[in-house]
């Protein structure tokens, strides 16, 4: 292959705001048959607001379960916590990091943090199974992502989220089928919220959609794709860091995406617009016919 053209290749999407991490990325990116997408701060911005917010339990005042709850989720990098945060402060409660005395993240499910000598889970359903507990109040909005909050093994809350789509992936998804390209959605989130998104690009923009997936499922059906052809996966979080590593191309969302993502993944979107994914199959496939 001739270095210069792939240079030159590498140099020009560059300044169209993809970071290529070596000509080898742009020839298989030439040759790129599926490509598979995060949901939640991919193909939507990330930016949850809080649509519902409502304590289940008698003996826990909805301002104390939201003082709760904004002060643990202030210590994930999760788009939903930052919902969260701010949805204490326009109810003009705050945060309060500082009372948080230990926490773990668990990507794909949610946050454990112990505040006031309490030990609080805010998560999804795979984290009421982890925290052993049965979720007896649950809500019904449809399409919107569901949140439950824990005290040790009892549920005492509950929320719903939402997020849009950001501007410019319908078209950027239907650009890519247009060159034969097959693609999919890989979401930790639930089926409802995945549907929502589905509705939103049009019901023939994606072939494949799997929800409800932890990390490594979403790296397991990253190798089923592959099973049809070079596969390139974009993702912005920890949770999609295997699955990155895992495609022939990873991708990662540089802007708003977190760090472990980048590192992993062999290009970085410099911008968080969608559609420079189709222009640089493009400038891939021409770069090859120049090499060639
Ligand atoms: P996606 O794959 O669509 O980016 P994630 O794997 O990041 O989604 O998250 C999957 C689900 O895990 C979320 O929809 C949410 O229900 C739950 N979750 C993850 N992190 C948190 C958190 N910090 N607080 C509450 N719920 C969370
Ligand atoms: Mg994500």
Same mark, same amino acid.
């Given at each position: 292959?001739?270095?210069?053209?792939?240079?030159?290749?590498?140099?020009?999407?560059?300044?169209?705001?993809?970071?290529?991490?070596?000509?080898?990325?742009?020839?298989?990116?030439?040759?790129?048959?599926?490509?598979?997408?995060?949901?939640?701060?991919?193909?939507?911005?990330?930016?949850?607001?809080?649509?519902?917010?409502?304590?289940?339990?008698?003996?826990?005042?909805?301002?104390?379960?939201?003082?709760?709850?904004?002060?643990?989720?202030?210590?994930?990098?999760?788009?939903?916590?930052?919902?969260?945060?701010?949805?204490?402060?326009?109810?003009?409660?705050?945060?309060?990091?500082?009372?948080?005395?230990?926490?773990?993240?668990?990507?794909?499910?949610?946050?454990?943090?112990?505040?006031?000598?309490?030990?609080?889970?805010?998560?999804?359903?795979?984290?009421?199974?982890?925290?052993?507990?049965?979720?007896?109040?649950?809500?019904?909005?449809?399409?919107?992502?569901?949140?439950?909050?824990?005290?040790?093994?009892? /549920?005492?809350?509950?929320?719903?989220? +939402? *997020?849009?789509?950001?501007?410019?992936?319908? $078209?950027? #998804?239907?650009? =890519? %089928?247009?060159?034969?390209?097959?693609?999919?959605?890989?979401?930790?989130?639930?089926?409802?919220?995945?549907?929502?998104?589905?509705?939103?690009?049009?019901? /023939?923009?994606?072939?494949?959609?799997? +929800? *409800?997936?932890?990390?490594?499922?979403?790296? $397991?059906? #990253?190798?089923? =794709? %592959?099973?049809?052809?070079?596969?390139?996966?974009?993702?912005?979080?920890?949770?999609?860091?295997?699955?990155?590593?895992?495609?022939?191309?990873?991708?990662?969302?540089?802007?708003?995406?977190?760090?472990?993502?980048?590192?992993?993944?062999?290009?970085?979107?410099?911008?968080?617009?969608?559609?420079?994914?189709?222009?640089?199959?493009?400038?891939?496939?021409?770069?090859?016919?120049?090499?060639?």
């Amino acid at each position: 292959s001739t270095p210069v053209a792939s240079f030159c290749a590498l140099t020009k999407a560059a300044t169209n705001g993809l970071l290529i991490k070596g000509g080898d990325y742009l020839e298989i990116l030439a040759k790129i048959k599926v490509v598979a997408f995060d949901k939640t701060g991919t193909l939507t911005r990330g930016e949850f607001s809080v649509t519902d917010f409502q304590s289940v339990s008698q003996d826990v005042s909805l301002d104390n379960l939201i003082y709760w709850v904004a002060s643990i989720e202030s210590k994930s990098s999760h788009p939903m916590a930052a919902a969260l945060v701010d949805y204490g402060s326009s109810n003009s409660i705050q945060s309060q990091p500082e009372k948080v005395t230990e926490y773990q993240n668990f990507p794909g499910e949610g946050i454990f943090g112990e505040i006031d000598g309490k030990k609080i889970y805010v998560g999804n359903k795979k984290m009421a199974t982890r925290a052993g507990c049965e979720i007896f109040s649950d809500l019904e909005r449809d399409g919107e992502t569901y949140g439950y909050i824990f005290l040790e093994n009892i /549920q005492i809350g509950k929320f719903s989220v +939402a *997020d849009t789509c950001r501007s410019g992936v319908a $078209e950027a #998804i239907q650009q =890519l %089928k247009g060159m034969g390209l097959k693609t999919a959605m890989l979401t930790g989130d639930s089926h409802s919220a995945a549907m929502r998104v589905q509705d939103q690009l049009g019901q /023939q923009a994606l072939d494949y959609l799997y +929800a *409800d997936l932890l990390p490594e499922e979403k790296v $397991e059906f #990253i190798k089923e =794709l %592959k099973q049809q052809g070079p596969t390139a996966m974009i993702g912005d979080g920890v949770n999609d860091a295997p699955a990155l590593a895992t495609a022939d191309i990873g991708i990662a969302m540089g802007v708003t995406g977190s760090a472990l993502a980048t590192e992993t993944s062999h290009i970085t979107l410099m911008s968080n617009d969608i559609g420079k994914i189709p222009q640089a199959v493009r400038l891939a496939r021409r770069t090859r016919r120049t090499i060639i």
